[in-house]
């Protein structure tokens, strides 16, 4: 079975490729395949090529901000390019792996949300991913669609190493106490993936949506609040840093964020037999990896 990982230098595909030595990767530079992705005569013409039996897409424009103004680019990226995949797959009878977001949903349901709950996507960046998943049930091609939140790791450019990075600094910090989701681990959803590669990737016969993340319920400010007290806790920052709760509106940001955004994770745990990690203890098993290959901060 030939597998091609997509989107291979980014947050989840840098822990994809560390756990899976068999995936052939692909991005703009520095993997095995270069392409730009936004490009559908050139992935077509990589596609055709490698002919891959399973594709892990884990390419995103995930700029949730800039999307607002940038929605062509979210759009390309986002809808057309799991279009184009799905097609691609249907037609080759080939397994599509796609990972969409938390983002797709508005409201507070007074339980975490289902995978069958109703949508309603409240900024361009969620109305984009829930067009990736549309388009990709159209096909009725062979798929897994992963509703993740809140993913964070060790590596730049993410809430996790931001706010740490503040802190190893000696800053306090201010962060939205209002909003509720669900934090995962890049780590976690790599090995989730490769989970339900192994023991149900035969079941798929077309589109099927699961919520794979951290089980649980957090705030921003308590996941901050918990990594700055583990991190001081394991020597990776001086001490403890001040963590203020405010609220949303005194963190204006173009995109419209879920209040309440906890995704329930029992389906995934019916199809694979295994149970995904609570997100503290998940938390507590990023910075341990982190703090054990020598941890530097942007």
């Known amino acids: 079975m030939s597998r091609l990982?997509?989107?291979?230098n980014g947050q989840l595909g840098q822990h994809l490729r560390a756990r899976a030595n068999d995936l052939a990767t692909c991005a703009r530079n520095c993997a095995d395949h270069a392409?730009?992705?936004?490009?559908?005569?050139?992935?077509?013409?990589?596609?055709?090529?490698?002919?891959?039996?399973?594709?892990?897409?884990?390419?995103?424009?995930?700029?949730?901000?800039?999307?607002?103004?940038?929605?062509?680019?979210?759009?390309?990226?986002?809808?057309?390019?799991?279009?184009?995949?799905?097609?691609?797959?249907?037609d080759n009878d080939a397994l599509l792996v796609h990972y969409?977001?938390?983002?797709?949903?508005?409201?507070?349901?007074?339980?975490?949300?289902?995978?069958?709950?109703?949508?309603?996507?409240?900024?361009?960046?969620g109305a984009s991913k829930l067009a990736g998943e549309q388009a990709i049930i159209s096909t009725d091609c062979r798929a897994l669609i992963l509703r993740t939140a809140w993913v964070y790791s060790a590596l730049p450019g993410n809430f996790l190493s931001a706010i740490l990075g503040r802190a190893a600094r000696g800053q306090s910090l201010k962060v939205v106490s209002d909003q509720v989701g669900s934090p995962t681990w890049a780590g976690s959803l790599a090995d989730a993936t490769l989970v339900l590669l192994e023991r149900a990737a035969e079941r798929v016969e077309r589109p099927e949506l699961m919520h794979v993340a951290g089980q649980g319920a957090m705030s921003w400010h308590k996941l901050a609040l918990e990594a700055v007290q583990m991190a001081a806790g394991r020597g990776m920052i001086n001490h403890e840093v001040d963590v203020e709760p405010i609220s949303s509106d005194q963190w204006p940001q173009k995109a419209k964020r879920p209040a309440w955004s906890v995704l329930d994770g029992r389906r995934y745990e019916q199809w694979t037999g295994r149970p995904l990690p609570d997100a503290r203890a998940a938390l507590a098993e990023c910075l341990d990896q982190w703090r054990d290959v020598a941890c530097s901060f942007p």
């Open 5 to 8: 990982l997509l989107g291979a």
């Open 35 to 90: 392409c730009d992705l936004a490009d559908q005569s050139a992935l077509v013409s990589l596609l055709d090529s490698l002919r891959p039996s399973v594709i892990v897409n884990a390419a995103a424009y995930t700029a949730v901000d800039d999307a607002e103004t940038n929605g062509e680019a979210a759009y390309r990226l986002n809808r057309d390019l799991p279009a184009w995949l799905a097609a691609w797959c249907r």
């Open 100 to 125: 969409s977001t938390d983002y797709v949903f508005s409201g507070q349901p007074g339980r975490p949300w289902r995978e069958d709950d109703p949508v309603a996507p409240e900024s361009v960046y």
